[in-house]
């Protein structure tokens, strides 16, 4: 291996490992401090058009899944309220999802209601989540 091969592999792995510590605290960042201005404008733009598009139908009209593109785009557009409004309907659905899902949705929705200085109500919604 020559000199240059072994510099280069030393300054690929230098980055690599700055880019698994960047992704790291990225996932650490509680989710408090993410909003919208945290995202690529990919999504932002793209959350737009799901609420475009779903926005307009009548909510109760939605497939689940539809449902939860929506109240997602919601979230990532910083629309707590409507988060709130539209998760309060679906209970149901929301404890059938996955695990994962489940608690993806219930830190988006509690969240939601941390914003919007709706503490009291995170607990409630928790054991109606099933959570």
Do not use: C, W
Not at 49 to 71: A, C, M, R, S, W
Request: glycine share 6%; no cysteine.
């Amino acid at each position: 291996m020559t000199p240059f091969h072994q510099v280069l592999i030393i300054v690929l792995s230098g980055i690599v490992g700055f880019m698994i510590i960047v992704g790291i605290v990225a996932m650490i960042k509680p989710s408090s401090q993410m909003t919208n201005s945290s995202l690529p404008a990919g999504v932002i733009e793209q959350s737009k058009k799901y609420v475009e598009k779903l926005g307009v139908k009548p909510f109760d009209h939605l497939k689940t899944n539809q449902k939860l593109i929506l109240i997602h785009s919601y979230y990532n557009l910083e629309n707590y309220k409507a988060v709130i409004q539209h998760a309060e309907t679906m209970i149901d659905e929301l404890r059938s999802l996955t695990p994962e899902r489940k608690i993806a949705f219930a830190d988006m929705i509690e969240n939601s209601y941390l914003q919007l200085g709706q503490d009291n109500v995170v607990m409630e919604f928790r054991e109606a989540v099933g959570l």
